[in-house]
């Protein structure tokens, strides 16, 4: 059966009700909650904000406030840019090490503030390091820095001017500032969304924790979003309704926990957190205890789409190998993939593995020429194609060369590093800017695992189900598991009306529905959600036993990753 669009319909924006208290809209709401107007209130954020606005918003809700802008104390930006740009990849144009600069480290002497008769506003990112009486913090979700990267309006972490680049937002200062809030989650006495910062709509520092409490004992959905690409498809456009105005709907975050955000309010308002603060807070409620042993707070599994129908072939690369991750790029672990196939055909292709037959040697020559000369290669000459059969999973382990062709779309349940593809070739294919897009063809060779080669890539990551465990109307198989990776990926079959018994045992699970109308997710303690086709829950591993119950009249197909 495949979906026919009937069932649930898809929800963009998932929604849980805030514990405790309601969001209030408003600078001047949110400064009535004040509990005396005199002493120091540190706002605090990230960097791509309009703290501009931040201040005149402020200005006009409390005549008679003053005012200490933090970035007027960064240290010179020579000194900012000095740091973290020493090792391997100093000089690299695409990539850098991840920081493990503090945000402290970007200032110089910090401002000592006289608390007198009225308020003073300290504002900007690392205005929680200046000594306070109250702490707000006003958030921007990720996707907006990007954007403004994209457009050329906003500099990096301490730039006073020029334009940001994308290397040092994602590996310098995203790590720096996501560190530097998780730090102060337990402490904020206001969170501030500030998507329209003429209308901010905020949610006290108590009802803020309240509420990520709640969320962690059951399940729940992140705020989903579609990106843009050269090769995307059309395929979330036309089923989900995503990026109606967009030139195509490519890569679908359902759940990357450095980007995604939880919406936590109701119809008049609502604030959306980020996904990593909620595990900051509650590490072992949301992950279990030995996953949490494992991974510290990176929460280590990710969901999200490749959508080429009606797109083009992605680049063909791979990831790097575990110590290449660690030692070169900073991350404690690596970028396992596997590909999930919702969408595709007998007809359409996906790449894996060298051919037996690969001149490894000569793929390097052929991958440079490409790169520098712009002259096209088969790459079929040199790497391995599949069939695109649906419901198919491939596994994809660090250093395999892979890539989705057109037509498809993938359902990638992977590893949470998700910035290091090492692409060999990307069919001289051309940006928005009309240039020949990047490749990276000496970090892709470095990292080329030339084990995965011949008929042994067949046998060991294009893999047959196994059936784990089964009752009346319902079976769970196993559909892709390695040594080498930590991760495993299972499928859950349910005819009809019946109903599926599952527990996370101390660590979470993350489901996706693949294929039917959807499921009713029932936990041990009452709670419940609805899940359509397409969907992505988190299921914590402090809920326990749930079940998993089909909401149509035919057989409804579920995904589940989660640690081994």
């Known amino acids: 059966m495949h979906h026919d669009g009937s069932g649930l319909p898809y929800q963009p924006n998932p929604r849980y009700d805030a514990v405790g208290a309601r969001p209030r809209r408003g600078w001047a709401a949110a400064l009535a909650e004040l509990p005396e107007p005199r002493g120091v209130l540190a706002v605090d954020g990230p960097w791509a904000l309009d703290w501009d606005a931040v201040r005149a918003g402020l200005a006009a809700a409390g005549p008679g406030l003053s005012f200490v802008d933090i970035r007027s104390h960064l240290a010179p930006w020579s000194q900012i840019e000095a740091l973290g740009a020493s090792g391997p990849l100093a000089d690299d144009p695409h990539f850098a090490a991840l920081s493990e600069a503090a945000l402290a480290d970007f200032f110089g002497p910090l401002p000592t503030l006289e608390a007198g008769d009225g308020l003073t506003v300290v504002y900007g990112p690392g205005a929680a390091l200046v000594a306070h009486d109250v702490l707000w913090y006003a958030d921007l979700p990720k996707r907006y820095a990007e954007a403004a990267v994209a457009a050329g309006t906003v500099t990096n972490l301490g730039q006073r001017e020029g334009a940001a680049r994308n290397r040092r937002l994602f590996y310098i200062d995203w790590p720096v500032l996501d560190r530097h809030r998780d730090g102060l989650a337990d402490r904020i006495d206001r969170w501030l969304d500030l998507q329209d910062p003429a209308g901010p709509v905020s949610l006290s520092g108590a009802a803020l924790r309240a509420s990520a409490a709640d969320l962690t004992g059951r399940p729940f959905r992140t705020r989903p979003t579609f ?338």
């Open 227 to 564: 990106n843009t690409t050269p090769w995307g498809g059309q395929w979330a456009r036309r089923e989900l309704g995503f990026n109606p105005e967009g030139p195509n709907t490519a890569l679908g975050y359902e759940l990357i926990a450095p980007e995604s955000g939880i919406l936590i309010g109701d119809d008049t308002a609502q604030v959306e957190i980020p996904f990593q603060l909620l595990v900051a807070l509650h590490p072992e409620r949301v992950m279990g205890p030995r996953v949490h042993a494992m991974f510290g707070s990176s929460f280590p599994i990710r969901f999200d789409y490749l959508d080429t129908v009606a797109g083009g072939n992605l680049s063909v690369h791979c990831h790097p190998q575990p110590d290449y991750m660690k030692d070169v790029f900073g991350w404690p672990y690596t970028q396992h993939e596997t590909y999930y196939l919702m969408v595709g055909s007998e007809q359409n292709t996906v790449y894996l593995g060298l051919r037996g037959d690969a001149d490894v040697e000569e793929f390097r020559g052929r991958a440079h020429d490409a790169d520098s000369g712009g002259n096209a290669f088969a790459i079929e000459e040199f790497v391995q194609t599949f069939p695109a059969t649906p419901h198919q999973l491939f596994l994809i382990p660090g250093g395999t060369p892979h890539g989705s062709g057109k037509g498809n779309v993938v359902l990638e349940v992977s590893a949470t590093p998700y910035l290091y593809s090492l692409r060999f070739y990307d069919w001289l294919r051309r940006d928005a800017r009309d240039r020949q897009r990047a490749v990276h063809v000496e970090h892709a060779f470095r990292n080329l695992d030339t084990e995965r080669t011949g008929e042994a890539v067949g046998r060991d990551l294009v893999q047959a189900p196994q059936v784990v465990r089964k009752g009346d109307g319902w079976r769970e198989e196993v559909i892709g598991q390695l040594p080498e990776m930590f991760f495993v990926v299972h499928r859950l079959s349910v005819r009809g009306a019946a109903t599926a018994p599952d527990s996370t045992e101390g660590r979470f699970h993350v489901i996706n529905v693949v294929e039917g109308e959807g499921v009713l997710v029932r936990t041990e303690s009452g709670a419940r959600h609805r899940l359509g086709y397409a969907e992505t829950l988190v299921v914590p591993a402090a809920v326990g036993a749930y079940t998993l119950t089909g909401t149509g009249a035919g057989e409804t197909r579920i995904v589940k990753a989660f640690v081994k």
